[in-house]
């Protein structure tokens, strides 16, 4: 009776995940909000030099706009789609977009794939995990596995894998969406910080 009890509460817990924020407005769309204010230790980017960072790749399930969420204790291999919830682009492309943003914001000279000529160093970044996991009914995080590559003349320099979790104020989509915003720019901050390690480039 106890596991037939667990399970109907899991998936009532899943039912009322699915359905949030469905009073009111039909569909409640979310982004990265506002850029934050430059970090202090933003200075220190200025050695970087211009850069390309190519768009953001990652799984299929990141290339919709749709909200996942993932229940820790009930099934961790199982990702869910929020019903009634949804970004206003693809998880990629606001990674994208996030991470231009902080690195310009920082004093880089970001461009695009198309300005290959300018540059010969090339960041790419490949998304392995972006989702809201909850380790209880009441607690979740917004976490962020992301691994960038940084080629120069075709070769690779050297590549790293950075990993944010944020805690979520609720729990629910827009909980989840203000803890991935801030993992994005955490992850984005990282970024910058080991790109200002590497050695320069001498063209």
């Not at 596991?3 to 009111?24: E, F, H, W």
């Not at 960072?53 to 869910?80: I, K, N, S």
């Not at 790419?124 to 992301?146: P, W, Y």
Request: aromatic share 6%.
């Amino acid at each position: 009776m106890t596991s037939i009890r667990n399970g109907i509460v899991i998936a009532a817990m899943a039912l009322t995940l699915g359905a949030c924020a469905s009073k009111g407005s039909p569909t409640a769309q979310y982004d990265f909000g506002p850029l934050p204010a430059a970090p202090t230790a933003a200075a220190a980017s200025g050695g970087i030099g211009a850069i390309i960072v190519a768009d953001v790749t990652g799984p299929a399930a990141l290339d919709t706009e749709r909200m996942h969420y993932r229940l820790l204790y009930a099934d961790a291999r199982q990702q869910q789609p929020y019903a009634y919830n949804q970004w206003t682009s693809t998880p990629l492309q606001l990674l994208t977009q996030r991470v231009k943003s902080r690195m310009a914001q920082a004093g880089v000279k970001v461009l695009s794939t198309t300005d290959a000529a300018a540059s010969t160093t090339v960041l790419r970044m490949e998304v392995e995990d972006f989702a809201q996991n909850f380790d209880s009914a009441t607690s979740s995080k917004g976490v962020i596995s992301l691994r960038a590559s940084v080629f120069r003349n075709h070769k690779l320099v050297d590549q790293k894998t950075f990993n944010r979790s944020v805690p979520a104020p609720s729990a629910d989509a827009a909980g989840g969406a203000r803890a991935l915003a801030d993992a994005s720019d955490a992850v984005a901050a990282d970024v910058l910080s080991w790109l200002a390690t590497l050695p320069p480039s001498r063209e």
